[in-house]
Antibody, heavy 123, light 111 residues
Framework: QVQLVESGGGVVQPGGSLRLSCEASGFTFSSYGMHWVRQAPGKGLEWVAF????????YYGDSVKGRFTISRDNSKNTLDLQMNSLRAEDTAVYYCAKVGSIRAAARGGFDYWGQGTLVTVSS | QSALTQPASVSGSPGQSITISCTGT?????????VSWYQQHPGKAPKLMIY???NRPSGVSSRFSGSKSGNTASLTISGLQAEDEADYYC???????????FGGGTKLTVL
């Protein structure tokens, strides 16, 4: 069965850095695009970043562009999110999500989500 | 990246039908058939309920259906059940520089 397990969350000071990871299993990881989506406490979902199935293209939401970097290692079935210059407004639960259709960006929706990892930016 | 517009809340009695709207623009909802709907219970990860406007993943009840007209997509839940009480989010592909945008979410209360 498909599983996505995030890790790496925690408390970090403003201006600091954190690296999130998402370990995937139960499907051919190298064939699917992957996204990061976050949810601030008590708020709605916000799209953060996307990486193509082969890692050749990466896209970011305006609020994280230039500060966050998405990457993947298809040999290890892992997805990462390097977060730099963190701000209080980056405080959220971060989810990794799999695209539903093979080699697609959004077709098929986000059919599997991890359980999320909480990032708290506070001094 | 403007969020899609959803009603903040909707409610219905068990057995009734409700519809949640999701309004965007011709650059997102109206321009692509990549609208999805997600159900989220408190403290849980979102769950895909509808993808590509009107397709239902295996395992999702047929009581859930999706549609789109112009720049507005809709999620209809028929035969409301207590377990349907949750937050619902729509999302759409926006095309330009591969963006994905979510709606603000709708809290469904089953009376």
């Amino acid at each position: 069965q498909v599983q996505l397990v995030e890790s790496g969350g925690g408390v970090v000071q403003p201006g600091g850095s954190l690296r999130l990871s998402c370990e995937a299993s139960g499907f051919t990881f190298s064939s699917y695009g992957m996204h990061w989506v976050r949810q601030a406490p008590g708020k709605g979902l916000e799209w953060v970043a996307f990486i193509r199935y082969d890692g050749t293209n990466k896209y970011y939401g305006d609020s994280v562009k230039g500060r966050f970097t998405i990457s993947r290692d298809n040999s290890k079935n892992t997805l990462d999110l390097q977060m730099n210059s963190l701000r209080a407004e980056d405080t959220a639960v971060y989810y990794c999500a799999k695209v539903g259709s093979i080699r697609a960006a959004a077709r098929g929706g986000f059919d599997y989500w991890g359980q999320g990892t909480l990032v708290t930016v506070s001094s | 990246q403007s969020a899609l517009t959803q009603p903040a809340s909707v409610s219905g009695s068990p057995g009734q039908s409700i519809t949640i709207s999701c309004t965007g623009t011709s650059s997102d909802v109206g321009g692509y058939n990549y609208v999805s709907w997600y159900q989220q219970h408190p403290g849980k990860a979102p769950k895909l309920m509808i993808y590509d406007v009107s397709n239902r993943p295996s395992g999702v009840s047929s009581r859930f259906s999706g549609s789109k007209s112009g720049n507005t997509a809709s999620l209809t839940i028929s035969g409301l059940q207590a377990e349907d009480e949750a937050d619902y989010y729509c999302s759409s592909y926006t095309g330009s520089i591969l963006d994905v945008v979510f709606g603000g979410g709708t809290k469904l209360t089953v009376l």
